[in-house]
């Protein structure tokens, strides 16, 4: 059941794309670097002892991380005190032993953790719950939400217990659907922008009241939707919103591009969510469309270098972080909030402006 207008679009996306036949694809997290350093922590564990030259040759083919890379994250576990080598061999060092040893590894087998979604609490009052990509990334300022219709300012982030803790705020968080609860695939947020330009789902019956509010947002929708283009609109509230309908994580590696190469096409919150980003108010159609030429030939040459920014403190939420070099965690997480491929399609479309 959809309890309200963003929900009731996405509930239409998804029914359009049930009616198209379309299947999501199963493809695992990429860059799964903190996975490799708990295998090679759970190689040693196993064995006893591994050689400090010849433990690769356990992982040759697997395709968790490249050679260098393999070699870095076992660098790291030996500098940290996780591995301990002695004579040509590696053993369980003292920090892995103070980390995992507890009830014989427990925590150093599991490679998955519980549900992700992070609680928002005002007091003792909950709020709602986000996915932890809307406060993985990095702001400049205060970190603000809209949930449950207000704007909320976020004043710390619990992430071992996933939990943050708000306030009200009295700025409000770019628009009435900034606050991403849950970040979409560039699929259903695509199939979303087509159903507000007329696609109907096949094979479904909508009741007379959803047809209603269907056409009721279509119209109210229609200057932020065009067959083909992207769309640059200054809202009501006279803010620049460039409606790319690409999901969340494209739109993340479409900021990152912006920073990249006209940062100061960029408002200062570097706000976006699944449908929109948010640009300054002098932004040009001309401009934007430039940067996004430059983004295309970056997506096309050097993709890895356009990743989004998270916050440090969010790497909390990947688990065997510690077991990486932080700049490998880093990456690790980035590529994991990332989607190149809906970012490079959306990047090649013109861009209009209303």
Request: aromatic share 8%; charged share 25%.
């Amino acid at each position: 059941m959809s309890t309200d207008d963003a929900q009731f679009l996405r509930a239409c996306g998804l029914l359009l794309l049930w009616s198209e036949g379309y299947v999501e694809p199963v493809t695992p997290p990429p860059t799964p670097l903190h996975v490799a350093a708990q295998q090679l922590l759970g190689l040693t564990l196993q064995e006893r002892r591994v050689g400090a030259n010849t433990w690769q040759e356990w992982f040759s083919g697997l395709g968790l991380a490249a050679a260098g890379e393999w070699q870095e994250i076992a660098d790291w576990l030996v500098e940290t005190g996780h591995l301990d080598p002695d004579q040509g061999m590696l053993f369980m060092g003292p920090e892995a032993e103070r980390k995992y040893g507890g009830i014989h590894y427990r925590d150093l087998m599991a490679v998955f953790t519980a549900d992700p979604q992070v609680v928002i609490l005002h007091g003792r009052e909950e709020i709602g719950s986000v996915d932890p990509m809307v406060l993985q990334r990095k702001v400049d300022g205060p970190r603000l939400l809209t949930l449950d219709g207000r704007a909320w300012q976020v004043n710390y982030v619990d992430w071992k217990r996933h939990r943050a803790y708000v306030e009200p705020s009295a700025n409000a968080a770019d628009s009435k659907w900034s606050s991403m609860p849950q970040p979409e695939g560039y699929a259903l947020s695509d199939a979303t922008r087509r159903v507000l330009l007329g696609a109907t789902p096949a094979g479904v019956l909508l009741s007379k009241r959803a047809l209603t509010k269907l056409d009721e947002l279509r119209k109210e929708y229609s200057h932020r939707v065009l067959d083909g283009s992207t769309v640059l609109v200054r809202e009501p509230n006279g803010r620049l919103r460039w409606w790319t309908w690409a999901g969340a994580r494209a739109n993340a590696v479409l900021v990152a591009g912006l920073l990249d190469v006209a940062p100061e096409l960029l408002d200062e919150s570097r706000a976006y969510n699944n449908w929109q980003i948010g640009l300054r108010g002098d932004t040009t159609t001309p401009a934007l469309a430039e940067a996004m030429r430059q983004i295309v030939l970056l997506l096309k040459d050097e993709a890895p270098r356009l990743l989004p920014q998270v916050d440090d403190r969010a790497l909390r939420t990947l688990k065997f972080a510690e077991l990486l070099p932080a700049l490998l965690a880093v990456s690790t997480l980035a590529e994991r909030s990332s989607d190149h491929a809906g970012a490079s399609a959306v990047a090649e479309r013109p861009v209009a402006s209303v």
